[in-house]
């Protein structure tokens, strides 16, 4: 057959839809014969760091009496100044708006640089305990080194590491494994402290907007953020003290569904109505709990269903008629 | 056959072709805007997230409704319980045809319904036979009719698992073939389903079914590899021949399988590039770090640690060579951003896995590590965890 995308354009120059320079355009642009290998080679160059650094997170707390130990540990911080020495040499000049390296590759070093400084920060509180016996201190601080890293060079890369850091210093393991394992909070007081920083990062987040600072970082942020305040919501839900929690969930959700207008964001969007719609039968399930009615509600949840899903379908057809509207 | 109007489908395949000439660049906005509007077309979803979204709550419609059906019939169930996933099926069924009627298609729900009510099928017919080789069957066959009427590309890997897994059990249980010819004989299915791809592949007025050929396609390459894959044929070995490999002895043929562990995904990997296609580089590149697997499974040649930094300098080497010999190409492979395609997202994304990977504290739960000396256990670990 001929290749798909070709027959369906010259398909819609058959029904007069595009001009028939654009059709040369186009076939000439496929003789080329283009195979861009971009994104598949710089997600290896992202997955030979990652195995990198899990390897050497690892070597720096073996034989901790040995020699071999203090020559790795050496290798380390060797490696770690050579990262930023370079970066810093090749780095476009400090830059409110969004910069770019010439190389790509150097993204890349930064993110081996400040994983690096990361694990040496971490084994010297073992070996030294610099800051106390409180590991927390040692989260915080990897979390500025790397903000700072993440601004002047302008990686989201390092900028996620730093927020994914900030939560394990209020003492959340924000990441998607334990999110799934169950092993989540029930500790009120943590769940208000995640509510906290999340509602601190959408703060700055409009702050960073108003003096136009990294704007383009809004999307990792306001991630972090809805999933932060989301999470400890909804976990916040079946705590007994479920009232309280609940005006910040719904404050949030509306927060977020505005939001998500705005940039047109199908992601903000589609999370919004998913921790809506679990934090709505999460209520649901409270009030009817052990309730006579019980069976009932079995009865009719189809209707429930249905009429939740025709509110889904007219909330997504009017985000994608105005999201389609606003393409230039 | 088809559920959907042949029109319709077509209309759909042009909007999208249009949709990425547009973000090619290629068109203009108001010629997207006069394609969308003045064909008519299918309800899709074309974002995955939103996809995914009516997907559960198509299935949680789904589950309701079994669960209102069977309060209601609680009476009749017990006498006649086989029949029951049957008539889940026809409830499914029904409901699809509906959704189909009005022009839903990839929509999200038209998959859940699809998914649950294939579910239900091949539940019914287990309880029914209590045979497997009668579910496998059932899959096979419902599975590609459910491909061909509903457009329906995940039902295709149901069709292809359906076939394998039937051949398989009716050689390892019922012995029609002898079961040390399975690993060839898989090879050749993958061979065989390989061409079958490119036969109908190479149908013009196929094109709707794109996306069911390629699931064919990356069916078939996954299955050519794991059918000689050293550890999988080692471990079948082990289990189905009683094949007991004592230290210093290997399997039988040792040598086929621990080159064609390798071989397959080099191949893969050159043939993608040579043919420019994409999904076939993903197989190559992922088959090749399991045999990577496969071989460290048998023989630990070094701590998993030194294997990690080893392995990333080499990957990095190897990338930043490639990166370095195709960063001024024009034409054919090349390191130039595909045109339209947006780097935001790339970034988005890594900097969203990275927040998984990386072990910024000092991993208070690595405490099962070998530590190298005593004496300073009570060191690290704070109170908190």
């Not at chain 1, 996620?160 to 210093?169: P, Q, R, V, Y």
Request: hydrophobic residues 50%; charged residues 15%; aromatic residues 20%.
């Amino acid at each position: 057959m001929t290749d798909k995308s070709s027959f369906l354009t010259s398909k819609l120059f058959e029904k007069d839809f595009i001009s028939k320079e654009q059709l040369d355009d186009f076939k000439e642009y496929k003789a080329k014969n283009i195979f861009s290998l971009n994104t598949e080679l710089l997600f290896l160059m992202y997955a030979s760091v990652l195995l990198f650094t899990s390897g050497i997170g690892v070597l720096v707390y073996q034989n901790i009496d040995s020699i071999g130990h203090i020559a790795i540990l050496a290798f380390v911080l060797l490696l770690t100044v050579l990262c930023f020495y370079f970066s810093f040499k090749n780095a476009p000049t400090f830059n409110k708006l969004e910069t770019k390296f010439n190389n790509p590759i150097y993204d890349y070093v930064i993110l081996t640089g400040s994983i690096l400084s990361c694990v040496f920060l971490g084994y010297i509180q073992f070996q030294y305990a610099v800051f106390g016996l409180d590991y927390k201190w040692v989260s915080l601080s990897s979390a500025l080194i790397c903000f700072l890293i993440a601004y002047y060079f302008d990686s989201r890369m390092v900028l996620s590491i730093a927020l994914t850091a900030l939560t394990t210093f209020i003492g959340i393991t924000l990441t998607p494994q334990k999110v799934f394992e169950n092993e989540f909070m029930s500790n009120p007081v943590l769940l208000f402290s995640g509510i906290a920083l999340g509602v601190l990062l959408v703060v700055w987040t409009i702050y960073s907007e108003k003096v136009e600072l990294k704007k383009h970082f809004y999307f990792v942020f306001y991630t972090f953020a809805q999933h932060l305040i989301g999470i400890c919501c909804l976990s916040g839900l079946f705590q007994e003290q479920w009232y309280l929690f609940l005006p910040i969930f719904i404050g949030i959700i509306y927060y977020f569904y505005k939001l998500s207008y705005t940039y047109f964001a199908t992601s903000f969007f589609v999370f919004t109505l998913l921790y809506g719609f679990f934090g709505l039968n999460t209520l649901f399930s409270k009030v009817f709990d052990n309730s006579f009615l019980f069976e009932f509600f079995i009865m009719i949840s189809p209707f429930y269903f249905i009429g939740s899903i025709f509110v889904f379908i007219s909330l997504v057809k009017k985000f994608n008629k105005e999201k389609h509207a606003s393409i230039s | 056959m088809q559920a959907y109007h042949k029109d319709l489908l077509e209309n759909e395949a042009m909007i999208s072709n249009a949709k990425s000439l547009f973000t090619q660049k290629f068109i203009s906005k108001e010629q997207l805007k006069e394609v969308t509007s003045k064909l008519v077309s299918l309800d899709t979803n074309p974002n995955l997230l939103v996809r995914f979204g009516f997907f559960l709550l198509g299935c949680f419609l789904f589950s309701s409704i079994v669960g209102s059906v069977s309060l209601l019939f609680i009476p009749l169930l017990d006498s006649n319980y086989q029949i029951v996933p049957f008539f889940y099926f026809g409830v499914g069924i029904i409901v699809l045809e509906i959704l189909v009627h009005k022009n839903y298609f990839k929509h999200g729900l038209d998959d859940a319904f699809i998914f649950c009510s294939q579910l239900a099928l091949y539940i019914g017919v287990g309880i029914l036979f209590e045979s497997f080789l009668a579910v496998y069957l059932t899959m096979f066959v419902f599975g590609a009719l459910f491909c061909i009427r509903y457009v329906n590309a995940l039902s295709m890997f149901v069709s292809c698992i359906g076939l394998i897994a039937f051949i398989f059990m009716a050689i390892t249980e019922h012995s029609f073939i002898p079961k040390a010819l399975l690993p060839f004989i898989a090879f050749s299915i993958a061979v065989l389903l390989y061409s079958i791809y490119l036969k109908l592949n190479s149908i013009d007025g196929f094109y709707f079914y794109e996306f069911a050929f390629q699931n064919l396609k990356i069916f078939s390459l996954v299955l050519g590899y794991f059918s000689l894959n050293y550890m999988v044929v080692r471990e079948m070995s082990a289990t189905l021949l009683n094949v007991e490999v004592l230290p210093g002895e290997d399997i039988p043929l040792a040598f086929v399988f621990y080159a064609s562990t390798f071989i397959i995904p080099a191949f893969y990997i050159v043939y993608s590039l040579f043919k420019k296609d994409r999904i076939i580089l993903f197989v190559g590149i992922l088959t090749f770090a399991y045999s990577i697997f496969t071989i460290r499974f048998y023989y630990q040649l070094l701590p998993i640690e030194v294997a990690l930094v080893i392995g990333g300098i080499v990957l990095f080497i190897v990338a930043y060579l490639s990166i370095k010999r195709l960063q001024f190409c024009e034409t054919g492979l090349t390191f130039k951003p595909d045109r339209g395609s947006d780097s935001s997202l790339l970034k988005n994304a890594q900097a969203l896995i990275v927040s998984t990977q990386v072990p910024n504290a000092p991993a208070p739960n690595q405490s099962d590590m070998p530590f190298g000396g005593g004496g300073f256990s009570g060191g690290g670990a704070g109170g908190k965890f």
